[in-house]
């Protein structure tokens, strides 16, 4: 029989080659593995303990903490050849398994975070993976193969399936043995889970042929009913196969309790209210570092938090105080409560998902989306970077304009608009 061709499916993403080795391509491991150590090996822009600056406050990066791979198959159907039927012919596979590429929040990588996080997880497997938001169709599908004997075969597609965990990399301050200071990129709080995939390969197997171990051609072996294969006199074509069906129920109702790799949707419920904030006494403005212009939090409620120039029109909607602070490892965490109007610093929840959501305010809750995670420059300094709890996007602006809306960026702005002066009022 012909050995399996690879083909890049119709409608997937573009492809990223984030890697030239290919040779442990056939001995990538199945079960999860740590995050490499190395730069070489990590396949990291960015290495924990290096140094940044003030710039890179508001700034984020992926650092990949396992990763897992495992032979797929995303469609498949038995089918029976005879002496009269071989040669080409045309089969059609029901869907097996169907795999999307996701990224924490986002089930479509727009993000420069999410594109990064997988470019990392390819240079460290060295594999092709999918970087573009695509997904395995969900429809049948045919594969025309070559069938040079007779026999039983698993007629299949089928991918790598790479499933693991992120961090997020952010600048901070650290202090030194000698107790002096310093910025350098830390490992976060924030984290979350990610799915991809390889280059789809399409073939066919059958029960007495010996392939590789943790092979996508394996895999659709074991999808054969061989201990039951069809008797002398079948017709050729198609053959219902009990293991084929019981793997395809398996995988419809993990997808359907969500544990398939799929992307976190925001929440539609209503935060719990909160009783009451325990804020510091400081009120600071939020300054665009050397400039005029500041956050301003928004008068009506379906409008966003803005950049404005102090005046006596301000109306303290310009006045935040910290509340609820916490600190771990360096990095506080807290609510920011609008003296103006208020309530509470938020993205809201039917777009937290999306890139470059607006920033409001929102009534006080117990609610993720209305946590910041703040790192600071050195002691001295009063230049931060701010990060939203729930989403894990770092917050920034545009361009630098009155009345230019304050959003989320997965990865914080790169020429450092993310970068903000925390300035006692």
Known sequence: MRRTKTRLSKGLGALIATATAVAGLAATPAAATPA???????????????ACTA???????????????????????????TQGSTGYQNVTTSTQTTISVSVGLNGEIKGDFAV?????????????VQVNYSSTSSESTSVSWNFNDPGYYGVYKGTKKITGTYGSLNCNRAQQGDGSWALKWIEGPDSG?????????????????????????????????????????????????????AARNAAAKETANGTAGKATTPRTSVPATRAALNCQPDVYRIHVPGKPLNWSAPVLTNDGIRLRESNWTSAHLDNWRLCNVTERNGVIEASLWNWGNGGCATIPASIANQEQAYLTTAPCAEDDLQRFYIYRDVPGGSKIGLQNKYTGSMLGHDRYADGELIRQYSSGRQNGTGTYNLVKA
């Open 193 to 245: 889970s990610y799915t991809t995939y390889t280059t789809l390969e399409e073939g066919a197997v059958r029960c007495e042929d010996k392939v590789p171990a943790n092979s996508i051609m394996r895999k659709a072996q074991g999808l054969l009913d061989c201990e039951t294969p069809p008797r002398a006199g079948h017709a050729p074509g198609p053959v219902a196969s009990a293991k084929a069906t």
């Open 55 to 81: 710039a890179d406050l508001g700034k984020r990066h992926p650092i990949i903490k396992s990763t897992e791979v495992a032979p797929t198959i995303t469609h498949f159907n038995g089918w029976y050849v």
């Open 36 to 50: 490499a150590a190395t730069a070489a090996a990590s396949g990291q822009t960015v290495q924990p303990g290096q």
């Open 116 to 128: 990064e996080a997988l470019g990392t997880v390819g240079a460290m497997l060295g594999l092709n």
